[in-house]
């Protein structure tokens, strides 16, 4: 699995308001829906976040999938916005299926690695 969460979308919000958030996640949904595999799943956890089920897709693909995500979104024009004045901030957590797991480890298992990758991300 690998959650997405576009981590200034609150900020968006905020500056440039609701009906362009709504606007922004629409095209931030029909981009990451046609970068799916006919077996993958991509749903919604929360306003913010998204959730991808890549089955049988190991974790250097995964990381493929994460760049390219980053590269395709990095070019989404947003709404309202003029030269460069936001750009949206993209957090990833990936987990890998491991036998005894259940639902709740494996999410909780990219939750945590989404937060390593954003400590190290406020270090660098």
Do not use: C
Not at 63 to 87: M, T, Y
């Amino acid at each position: 699995v690998m959650i997405f969460r576009l981590s200034n979308l609150l900020d968006y919000i905020r500056k440039y308001g609701n009906e362009n958030a709504d606007k922004l996640l629409l095209k931030v949904s029909q981009t990451l829906n046609d970068m799916m595999r006919w077996a993958d799943v991509l749903g919604r956890l929360d306003k913010n976040e998204f959730l991808f089920i890549l089955p049988e897709t190991s974790e250097a693909a995964t990381e493929e999938l994460r760049e390219k995500i980053r590269e395709h979104l990095g070019k989404i024009e947003l709404p309202d916005v003029k030269d460069n004045e936001f750009r949206l901030r993209m957090e990833f957590g990936m987990a890998q299926w491991r036998k005894g797991d259940d639902v709740g480890l494996l999410m909780q298992r990219a939750r945590d690695h989404m937060e390593v990758e954003h400590k190290q991300a406020l270090a660098g």
